[in-house]
Nanobody, 118 residues
Framework: QVQLVESGGGLVQPGGSLRLSCAAS????????MGWYRQAPGKQRELVAS???????EYADSVKGRFTISPDNAKDTVYLQMNSLQPGDTAVYYC????????????WGQGTQVTVSS
């Protein structure tokens, strides 16, 4: 059973920064992609950023230029550096890993709360 453990969430003022971490229980090279999703109250879960094996990245338009996803292969960890945070970034952030099998396997962490407020 794949385990993804997020950390690094918290309360930050507008304009501030946070770095989220997602530690995987397996070698992250075993996954086709890893990413971060978020879900605000009353809204659907949405993709924030993802990275595929080989290094290609994708970002939501709302976070381009402010957020950066990056892997640490030695630690089997994926980070999300979030800068210039805005109240609209407030949400529960979930780590995701996809393994390509006959039926793709999607794995999720338990989520970490990010609150941007003055």
């Amino acid at each position: 059973q794949v385990q993804l453990v997020e950390s690094g969430g918290g309360l930050v003022q507008p304009g501030g920064s946070l770095r989220l971490s997602c530690a995987a229980s397996e070698n992250i090279f075993s996954f086709y992609s890893m990413g971060w999703y978020r879900q605000a109250p009353g809204k659907q879960r949405e993709l924030v950023a993802s990275i595929i094996r080989g290094g290609g990245t994708e970002y939501a338009d709302s976070v381009k230029g402010r957020f950066t996803i990056s892997p640490d292969n030695a630690k089997d960890t994926v980070y999300l550096q979030m800068n210039s945070l805005q109240p609209g970034d407030t949400a529960v952030y979930y780590c995701n890993a996809v393994r390509m099998m006959v039926v793709p396997e999607w794995h999720w962490g338990q989520g970490t709360q990010v609150t941007v407020s003055s």
